[in-house]
């Protein structure tokens, strides 16, 4: 099962516990070097793998990945061993917990998966070197890189990706004589007027708990805006910013979202009751177990501001090296690029909807007949998905916290302008 990112947990006191401590050792790495950064990856001919372990540290949606690797690389490589650490986790917040609890006990892993929410988390506290590039496959789509880029570098190979998409129930929509998705906001809001003028009922649901800074963040973006400053502030106190969010307050205010949560919307959406439901593509697998021959139903862009401007903040996981010795790095980016398998890829793609970052992965999916289908939506992805920003040091998990405590307002009846005045100054107090 992947990590379900609409259960994402809040970075929290014990999380920065962990990170504050001093780091002993360095696991096994294998180097000499402090905890403050990692080594920059020698090239393969100049190492020896006599003696040598490579750790990686995953969560379970990365089993297939790192078994296959492992195989390859100690096969490759005969006196190398490869040491997998799964780490049973639901969100990419307790994996980042679990590897930061490695990493203070002396434990810290060669290869870490990383949520892409959490790659400013890890270039802040353990200034990792960038992927080596040129180590990954011919095949591997480059542009993804983006999603997993800091200042310019690529620190992070995405793995499973995904950006925020609508889920329509084709059936219910179609009775108010709706027959096409929306592809903005305001689209959005009138097909909700229609379809709620003859259900009586709340057609729609946009996230307000768990991965709502997602879609906040997608908002804004989508709207010219930023979400967050270079000065790792709060950039969406603006006019466009304060426009995309007050999606919210109409959908609250005209009674075109009920105050539930993501999980609910999901049970909502599967069975029949909602027309439009803004979600993961991960779940569109199991949407289409729970559904059945129930309803009609398909999946497509999430609607934005203007579509002109539209920019997504990317979801989802990739692979990070953190080791601390030079050829520790270079094995290390050598079983990133084993992991980037274009069938691993494929595979993970029809299980839980993900983008195929490999081209040829895409190829395959292409030409499986599912890709015609709500399942296959992001298989055809071709956009450049952005990073899905994270605040400076510490402070992700509490700001998280503070975005989805203004959604919630908005939806209930707070006026946007005022929540988010009052949203920014209180991020601005905690990332400072």
Known sequence: MPINIS???VLGASLTLVASVALVGCGSSGGTASGSGVATATALDQCKPSGRTITVAYAQQGETAARQAKAQMEKKFPKLSVELRETNVTT???????????IAAGRRPDVAMVGLSQVSYYVDQYKPQPIDTTSLRSTYNTRYL??????????VAPFQLSVPV?????????????????????????????????TGTAPVQVPQDSFSD???????????????KGDGTAGFDTPAGREAISLYQTLGKDGLQDPISVNDARTAFQ????????????IAASTRAAVGSKFDWDVSAMPVPSVQKT???????????????????AYANEMISLMLDPDVIAASAKQFSYIPVDRAAARTLAADPAADTPVGYSWKYDGTPTTW???????????????????QHIIRGGDTNSEVSTTVQQINAAVK
Do not use: H
């Open 311 to 329: 920019s997504l903040p990317a979801g989802g996981n990739g692979w990070m090296v953190l080791s601390q010795d030079p050829c520790q790095a």
């Open 92 to 102: 990419y917040d307790q994996l980042t917990q679990a590897v930061t609890a490695d």
């Open 7 to 9: 259960t994402r947990a």
């Open 271 to 282: 069975g029949g009751r909602i027309a439009f439901m803004i979600d993961s593509p991960s």
């Open 389 to 407: 920003d994270a605040w400076p040091g510490t402070a992700t998990g509490r700001v998280n916290q503070i975005v989805q405590q203004m959604v």
């Open 166 to 198: 609508l889920y329509m129930n084709k059936t219910l929509a179609a009775k108010a004589g709706v027959t096409s998705a929306p592809t903005t906001t305001g689209q959005l809001i009138e097909a909700a007027k229609k379809i709620k003028a003859v």
């Open 146 to 155: 983006a999603a997993g880029t800091i200042g310019g570098k690529a620190y």
């Open 214 to 228: 997602w879609i906040v963040q997608a908002l804004v973006q989508s709207a010219g805006g930023a979400y967050i």
